[in-house]
């Protein structure tokens, strides 16, 4: 195998690896812009999805606030109704009914005494807002 040596004192071997050298360089250059070009979307998104995500854990923390509050409140009324320290499904009924919250009860089975004409138009109100025929 023949060394030429360059005017510079460079073998051809050396010359080739520095011309590899470059080339890799070059790509690696090329393949860096191109990442870059892809890297602003790509971040874009992953922001406006963590956006997104702690948007959704603040309704569940939000939910979670609001329905904890709910059954405090329903079951101390409904405790304090109750001879001893059971709750039966009867006194959590009544107690909704108490607080003007029947309308989140189940339809069959509950009759409020006093609070029949009210009941029926809350139906109608609540079917208004929330049903679409």
């Known amino acids: 195998m023949n060394h030429e040596v360059t005017s510079d004192g460079d073998s051809d071997d050396e010359i080739n690896e520095q011309t590899e050298d470059s080339n ?3 790509k ?3 393949t860096t812009s191109i990442d870059q070009k892809k890297l602003h979307p790509a971040m874009k998104s992953i922001a406006k999805l963590y956006n997104q995500k702690s948007v959704n854990q603040k309704s569940v923390n939000t939910m979670e ?3 904890v509050s709910f059954l405090t409140v329903v079951l101390d009324h409904s405790q304090q109704k109750s001879n001893n320290n059971t709750l039966q499904i009867q006194d959590i009924q009544s107690a909704m009914i108490e607080l003007d919250l029947e309308f989140l009860l189940p339809s069959t089975g509950i009759n409020p005494s006093n609070k029949l004409s ?5 139906k109608e109100m609540i079917n208004d807002y929330l049903y679409e025929d």
């Open 28 to 30: 690696s250059r090329s």
């Open 65 to 67: 606030k609001v329905l």
């Open 118 to 122: 009210n009941q029926q138009e809350d």
């Open 24 to 26: 890799v360089s070059n």
